[in-house]
């Protein structure tokens, strides 16, 4: 069964630095991976997905992840965060083809200072 | 167009009693599926209906179930409900199958039991 971590349950970034959020995922085969965000009472968003092709994948929102399979990962990253950008951020992964159900990390909340 | 309706939107209810929470789509959406969210563990997967089948189910007890309509709205029951059962339950709908494609979120029910 695949599964997926994200290690760092909290992160506190200052407003323009930049952002990475980790992910690293259990599957045999390259799975789809997907970033949704959920902000502060509101419902889960998705920012961008990977099936296959190039690596790089761009979102929404400015955001950008790598899939890198000899690490099993899909990082997220941002150059510059905004204060809007506060939100709990869910990786997802799912086997290929999509029959599967998807399981999603337990979350990295971002907290973003002034 | 709408998006994804939960109702209701908060529930209180004592142990051992019943639920049924329902979701209505994203109109020509086919897929439904109910995640539970609680701190900490992020979105645990309950089931997945496509076209009125369960195509996935997670790892729940029985006292968890579900069905779909025709028209794709969805509703899910928990009997002999339990303190742990304490979560927000999160439906979300997609045009195919949620495992190959965007995952549009309700707000959830935020279901309390005492």
């Known amino acids: 069964a695949q599964s997926v971590t994200q290690p760092d349950i909290h992160i506190t970034v200052s407003e323009g630095a930049s952002l990475e959020l980790r992910c690293n995922y259990s599957y045999g085969a390259t799975p789809y991976l997907f970033w949704y965000v959920q902000s502060p009472g509101q419902g889960l968003q998705l920012l961008l997905k990977?099936?296959?092709?190039?690596?790089l994948v761009q979102g929404i929102k400015g955001f950008e992840a790598e899939f890198k399979r000899s690490q099993s990962s899909f990082n997220l990253r941002k150059p510059s965060v905004h204060w809007s950008d506060a939100a709990e951020y869910f990786c997802?992964?799912?086997?290929?083809?999509?029959?599967?159900?998807?399981?999603f990390g337990t979350g990295t909340k971002l907290q973003v200072i002034p | 167009k709408a998006g994804v309706t939960q109702t209701p939107r908060y529930l209180i209810k004592t142990r051992g009693q019943q639920v049924t929470l329902s979701c209505s789509p994203i109109s020509g959406h086919r897929s439904v599926s109910w995640y539970q969210q609680t701190p900490g563990q992020g979105l645990q997967f309950l089931f997945e209906y496509f076209s009125e089948t369960q195509r996935n189910k997670g790892n729940f007890p029985g006292r968890f179930s579900g069905r779909q309509f025709s028209n794709s709205r969805s509703e899910m029951n928990v009997s002999t409900l339990e303190l742990g059962d304490s979560a927000l339950y999160l439906c979300?709908?997609?045009?195919?199958?949620?495992?190959?494609?965007?995952?549009?979120f309700g707000p959830g029910t935020r279901l309390t039991v005492l």
């Open positions: 997802a992964v799912a086997p290929s083809g999509g029959y599967q159900k998807v399981t």
């Open positions: 990977y099936f296959s092709g190039d690596t």
């Open positions: 979300a709908s997609s045009l195919g199958l949620a495992g190959s494609d965007e995952q549009f």
